[in-house]
T-cell receptor
Framework: KNEVEQSPQNLTAQEGEFITINCSYS?????LHWLQQHPGGGIVSLFM???GKKKHGRLIATINIQEKHSSLHITASHPRDSAVYIC?????????????FGQGTRLTINP | NAGVMQNPRHLVRRRGQEARLRCSPM?????VYWYRQLPEEGLKFMVY????????ESGMPKERFSAEFPKEGPSILRIQQVVRGDSAAYFC???????????FGQGTRLTVV
């Protein structure tokens, strides 16, 4: 079993819909990252969470440490949100960015 | 604000040639991490370096791959005698001492023909 699992793997929605991407993990972590990757593009860090909830614009990320689960929400989705969203775990200690990555969720927002 | 800079963005090599990928960390960052993304696969950790030291290379293939982060200049990921299976996107990230925030470069897309 992978240490980190994302669902769904693929998600297609209409512009304006509320989007939820889930991430479950099975190991102890010091932080959880949500990353965004556009096709052929670089990787952008959206959030780093160790507890609670963070919001940036239309993006909201939550984490439940006890349940080992995190969600990324996008409100009022837009075609430019189409990308792969990746959940990554930081185990902390030396080498805190030796990240363990989920397989990613490919999001397509249709106009 | 110069972020993590990787070059080249795209690199084409024939089988058997050497590939050198460069990563200049953000200003003030002394830790560099290299990751590989094979086609249709997720990202995987390769190596973690601090200035002049390899701290963790547990994700590096045992042969043909090496990495360095000299006192001056960028970090280099070197792949000798490339094979088709080395075709992938290679990303680096940098951080400050003890910082867990991830700052990624744009990646180098290596194609072996």
């Amino acid at each position: 079993k992978n240490e980190v699992e994302q669902s769904p793997q693929n998600l297609t929605a209409q512009e304006g819909e509320f989007i939820t991407i889930n991430c479950s993990y099975s190991v102890g972590i010091s932080a959880l990252h949500w990353l965004q990757q556009h096709p052929g593009g670089g990787i952008v860090s959206l959030f780093m969470l160790s507890s609670g909830k963070k919001k940036h614009g239309r993006l909201i990320a939550t984490i439940n440490i006890q349940e080992k689960h995190s969600s990324l929400h996008i409100t009022a989705s837009h075609p430019r949100d189409s990308a792969v969203y990746i959940c990554a775990l930081s185990m902390g200690g030396q080498g805190a960015q030796k990240l363990v990555f989920g397989q990613g969720t490919r999001l397509t927002i249709n106009p | 604000n110069a972020g993590v800079m990787q070059n080249p963005r795209h690199l084409v090599r024939r089988r058997g040639q050497e590939a050198r990928l460069r990563c200049s960390p953000m200003k003030g960052h002394s830790h560099v991490y290299w990751y590989r993304q094979l086609p249709e696969e997720g990202l995987k950790f390769m190596v973690y370096l601090q200035k002049e030291n390899i701290i963790d290379e547990s994700g590096m293939p045992k042969e043909r791959f090496s990495a360095e982060f000299p006192k001056e200049g960028p970090s280099i990921l070197r792949i000798q005698q490339v094979v088709r299976g080395d075709s992938a996107a290679y990303f680096c990230a940098s951080s400050r001492q003890g910082d867990t925030e991830a700052f990624f470069g744009q990646g180098t897309r290596l194609t072996v023909v």
